[in-house]
Every structure is written in structure tokens, then in C-alpha cells.
T-cell receptor
Framework: DAGITQSPRHKVTETGTPVTLRCHQT?????MYWYRQDPGHGLRLIHY???????DKGEVSDGYSVSRSKTEDFLLTLESATSSQTSVYFC????????????FGPGTRLTVL | QQQVKQSPQSLIVQKGGISIINCAYE??????FPWYQQFPGKGPALLIA?????SEKKEGRFTISFNKSAKQFSLHIMDSQPGDSATYFC??????????FGGGTRLMVKP
């Protein structure tokens, strides 16, 4: 398995609170991605990074921010969580851009009450 | 907003049968079409991918068929097994640096 860990694995929080999810890799891959998975919607890209301090928006970026200060860590922050952000969040890494294999982490299940 | 349309949403197949999942897209930044497999409680994992200088790619019981003119590609699982029961996602690079995923197909293979 690719060396990707996500923390926490489960989190329950209340509406309006800030939440940060962490993705850590040991593969030294350049590209890192945050997806959310919801029934019927498949995997939707939130943000991605193409290098340290280099990030860009995906298709569902509203309400989320990201940071990447080191190659190995990619943080996803919900500044003020809402119930619509209840989801399973996956981090993925790849050596190349969209045309290469992405390796996914185990996921974080987030519930916003 | 461009999408990748995947069908069916769910599929039930008898053991030994053929499972077929289809995907359609509008336009891509380049030609690379992967299929991912996801088991419950796990992250998706690459199953098979095609870079269409060919119209078909086969790996064991899994085959991708690609129709560039129709902008469609499909996954065929031959001799389907209960262990193939999972959710399958197609994806396409609609935009540079990104993969856009289909909505997923939940496959159940009955013994």
C-alpha cells in the first residue's frame, strides 16, 4: 500500500466549528488531492496541490481551504463547518498530474451536527 | 460544468456472468481513462486504465473498451466472482491536473 495516512479517521463536530483534516504521505509524490465522497455523487475534487505552497481549487471548493507547507503534508480546513459538509473525505497522491495513477488514503468520516 | 456520466448506478450479476459498466464524457484535456475499485470502508484503488492509442485493454478478467468517436468507455468483468462485489468508478481528465470521477456503480455478484 502507498504510504498515505489520514487523521483523524472519524470526527463528529458541531455546526460553526473549525475542522482540520490531515493527510500525510511517505512517498514523496508531487501531487496531492482532497476529495469528498457522497452517495450518488462519486468522488468530487475539493482542492489539489502540485507542490509545496502550490494549490488550486477543484469542483467543490466553497467552504474549504487547504495548505501544504511540506511535501508530505496536505491539510484541509473547514473554517466553519456546516451540515452539508458531512461526508467521507479522501486524500490521494500521485507522481504526475491527471494522467497518472492516484493512490488513495483510508478516508476520514466527518459528521457535522 | 462538464461531467463523467456513469451507468448503471447498481448492478447485480450471477457468479460467472459478465458485468458491464459504461461511462460517457464530453471533452478531455488528454486521453487517459482509468477505472477504480472500492471496497466498503476502504479508499478507491486503481483497477485498470487505458491510454487510447488502442481501443481495448485487457488485464485478466477485466477489459476496458474505448470508443473515441462516441466519447464513451466501458469496463467489462468476465466470469464475475463474489469477490468482485465492490463499487466501481470511472474517471477522465476533463481538465489538466485533475481527474473527474463518475458517480459510481455498486456491483453485487451473487454466488
Amino acid at each position: 500500500d502507498a504510504g498515505i495516512t489520514q487523521s483523524p479517521r472519524h470526527k463528529v463536530t458541531e455546526t460553526g466549528t473549525p475542522v482540520t483534516l490531515r493527510c500525510h504521505q511517505t512517498e514523496n509524490h508531487r501531487y496531492m488531492y482532497w476529495y469528498r465522497q457522497d452517495p450518488g455523487h462519486g468522488l468530487r475534487l475539493i482542492h489539489y496541490s502540485y507542490g509545496v505552497k502550490d494549490t488550486d481549487k477543484g469542483e467543490v471548493s466553497d467552504g474549504y481551504s487547504v495548505s501544504r507547507s511540506k511535501t508530505e503534508d496536505f491539510l484541509l480546513t473547514l473554517e466553519s463547518a456546516t451540515s452539508s459538509q458531512t461526508s467521507v473525505y479522501f486524500c490521494a497522491i500521485s507522481e504526475s498530474s491527471g494522467g497518472g495513477e492516484q493512490f488513495f488514503g483510508p478516508g476520514t468520516r466527518l459528521t457535522v451536527l | 460544468q462538464q461531467q463523467v456520466k456513469q451507468s448503471p448506478q447498481s448492478l447485480i450479476v450471477q457468479k460467472g456472468g459478465i458485468s458491464i459498466i459504461n461511462c460517457a464524457y464530453e471533452n478531455t484535456a488528454f486521453d487517459y481513462f482509468p477505472w477504480y475499485q472500492q471496497f466498503p470502508g476502504k479508499g478507491p484503488a486503481l483497477l485498470i486504465a487505458i491510454r487510447p492509442d488502442v481501443s481495448e485493454k485487457k488485464e485478466g478478467r477485466f477489459t476496458i473498451s474505448f470508443n473515441k468517436s462516441a466519447k464513451q468507455f466501458s469496463l467489462h468483468i468476465m466470469d464475475s466472482q463474489p469477490g468482485d462485489s465492490a463499487t466501481y468508478f470511472c474517471a477522465a481528465p476533463l481538465v489538466t491536473n485533475m481527474l473527474t470521477f463518475g458517480g459510481g456503480t455498486r456491483l453485487m455478484v451473487k454466488p
